[in-house]
């Protein structure tokens, strides 16, 4: 009977399950930067260094709101909860609607919340939640590959949308994003993650004074 179903199926979709099943979350992923190569901007995941050195500077126990942009498929999004307090929220915002499918799929913590949107609606997608503030941004999305002024607006708009103390923070294959958020925020840090695949810059903008240990390669 099962087989009989799966058989009417249309042979697009039924190609498209399988790839799921057989290559997980980096089949998707890949899927995902061949249908929109710019605004995906790597063909493989973060490293679970680049991961842990970009985290590394967030104050956990404050945390209410924590937002990514550009999730993927959700690389960020387990060493996030596994470290956020049980009563913070996790909103994850990305253009991709595959990659949103996927992740609503896949991350089942009551905590998470994901939004296919951009992220230049930050604020009002936080706002729709409940909340004034986000008390960290964290970025993977192409900065310097984005339609025109897209970049500059999400800027602005994370700015806006971070409590006094938060900070946004960003990996990125090119140095662009310093030039980004220079302007806007008071204190920037910066690392670089030579265990990636390609290796990238890491960027720490706090808006407001940064803690006195923010420095990540301290
Ligand atoms: C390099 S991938 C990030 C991969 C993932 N975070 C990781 O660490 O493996 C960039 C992501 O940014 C998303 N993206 C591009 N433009 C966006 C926008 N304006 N708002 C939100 N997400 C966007 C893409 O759909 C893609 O999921």
């Known amino acids: 009977m099962q087989s ?52 590394a500077p967030v104050r956990w126990n404050d945390v209410k709101l924590f937002v990514e942009y550009g999730p993927g498929v959700g690389t960020f999004c387990r060493p996030v909860l596994d470290k956020m307090p049980r009563d913070a929220t996790f909103i994850a915002i990305d253009t991709n609607d595959d990659f949103i499918r996927y992740l609503r799929k896949t991350i089942t913590d009551s905590r998470f919340i994901a939004v296919h949107a951009s992220a230049e609606d930050v604020e009002a997608i936080i706002a729709a939640h409940g909340f004034d503030h986000a008390d960290y941004v964290l970025s ?71 803690p006195k240990d923010s420095d990540p390669r301290a």
């Not at 399988?18 to 901007?41: D, N, S, Y």
Request: proline content about 7%; some cysteine.
């Open 4 to 55: 009989n179903n799966l058989a009417r199926q249309p042979l697009a979709q039924r190609f498209k399950a399988r790839a799921e099943r057989t290559f997980g979350a980096w089949g998707i992923f890949f899927k995902g930067f061949l249908k929109h190569p710019k605004m995906v901007g790597s063909v493989v995941p973060s490293s679970d260094r680049t991961i842990a050195q970009m985290l």
């Open 140 to 210: 993977g999305m192409p900065l310097s590959t984005l339609p025109d002024k897209v970049a500059e607006n999400i800027a602005a708009a994370t700015h806006r949308a971070l409590r006094p103390g938060g900070a946004f923070l960003i990996y990125q294959f090119r140095s662009f994003a310093y030039d980004l958020i220079r302007p806007l925020f008071d204190h920037i840090d910066h690392g670089f993650a030579a265990w990636n695949v390609p290796p990238c810059h890491l960027y720490w903008g706090w808006k407001g004074r940064a």
